[in-house]
């Protein structure tokens, strides 16, 4: 498998792929072609997620006021609870982020 092979690239909505089997800590590739969190939607997971953008760039914003751009290889570690968004994401290049999720913090 290779992360940075997009064989089915939509630009109608994200593609999430699980790449191991969940026992605990998942790890998932994302990739996104322009899509954002609907408008006042707000993430609130149970488990922390670190992400890591490998090609493109993205904004988040948090509940809190905080924000946060990312361009290729920038990474940061989401903790459990804490209420954020995905902005935007690149069109071209697509994002193709890098997803772990479990107890980290």
């Known amino acids: 498998m290779n992360l940075y092979k997009l ?14 089997p969940d026992r605990g ?11 954002a969190s609907p408008e006042g939607f707000w993430y609130k997971q149970e ?12 904004s ?7 924000s946060l751009v990312m361009e290729a290889g920038d990474w940061v570690l989401i ?13 071209n290049p697509p994002c193709i982020w890098l997803a772990v999720h479990g ?3």
């Open 47 to 58: 488990r922390d997620e670190w992400v890591a953008l490998l090609q493109g760039k993205a």
């Open 7 to 20: 064989e089915r690239l939509s630009h109608e909505r994200e593609e999430a792929e699980l790449l191991f």
């Open 103 to 105: 107890k980290m913090c």
């Open 79 to 91: 903790p459990a609870g804490e209420e954020h968004r995905v902005e935007e994401t690149s069109q």
């Open 60 to 66: 988040l914003a948090w509940k809190n006021g905080r």
């Open 25 to 35: 800590i998942a790890i998932e590739r994302i990739v996104s072609t322009g899509q």
